[in-house]
C-alpha cells in the first residue's frame, strides 16, 4: 500500500492544521495506523495512532489535548487534526501503516512497514 500525507504548512502559535493520510489500496481499512515525526536533528518520534477500526487510539504525552487521531476506512484516509500548535511541535510528519493488525498499538517506528512521504508542519512563534 502506498500512503501520501500532505495538509503541512506554516502556522502561527496557537493555531491548528489538519493532516491528511491517504492510502492506494483497500487494503489500509484493516491496517493500524500511525503518526510520527521528524524535527531537525532529531530521532523519529511517535505522535498517534489508531486501530484499524477506529474504535483505540494512541497519542503521545507531548500532544495529548491538543492533536486528534481518526480515520475513514471508506476514503482510505487517516487524519490527524492538530490544535494549538506550539512552536516545538515544528517538524516533519509522516503517516505509517501496520499490516500486522496487532491488538497493542505500536509507538516505535519500526512497528509499521509502509511509510508515505512527510509533510512539513511549520510553527512560528
Known amino acids: 500500500v502506498q500512503l501520501q500525507a500532505s495538509g503541512g504548512g506554516l502556522v502561527q502559535a496557537g493555531g491548528s492544521l489538519r493532516l491528511s493520510c491517504a492510502a492506494s489500496a483497500r487494503t489500509f481499512s484493516r491496517y493500524n495506523m500511525g503518526w510520527f515525526r521528524q524535527a531537525p536533528g532529531k530521532e523519529r518520534e511517535f505522535v498517534a495512532a489508531i486501530s484499524w477500526s477506529g474504535g483505540s487510539t494512541s497519542v503521545a504525552n507531548s500532544v495529548k489535548g491538543r492533536f486528534t487521531i481518526s480515520r475513514d476506512n471508506d476514503k482510505n484516509t487517516g487524519y490527524l487534526q492538530m490544535n494549538s500548535l506550539k512552536p516545538e511541535d515544528t517538524a516533519v510528519y509522516y503517516c505509517?501503516?501496520?499490516?500486522?493488525?496487532?491488538?497493542?498499538?505500536?509507538?516505535?517506528?519500526?512497528?509499521?512497514?509502509?511509510w508515505g512521504r512527510g509533510t512539513l508542519v511549520t510553527v512560528s512563534s
Open positions: 505509517a501503516a501496520d499490516p500486522l493488525n496487532v491488538v497493542v498499538l505500536k509507538t516505535s517506528p519500526y512497528g509499521y512497514a509502509y
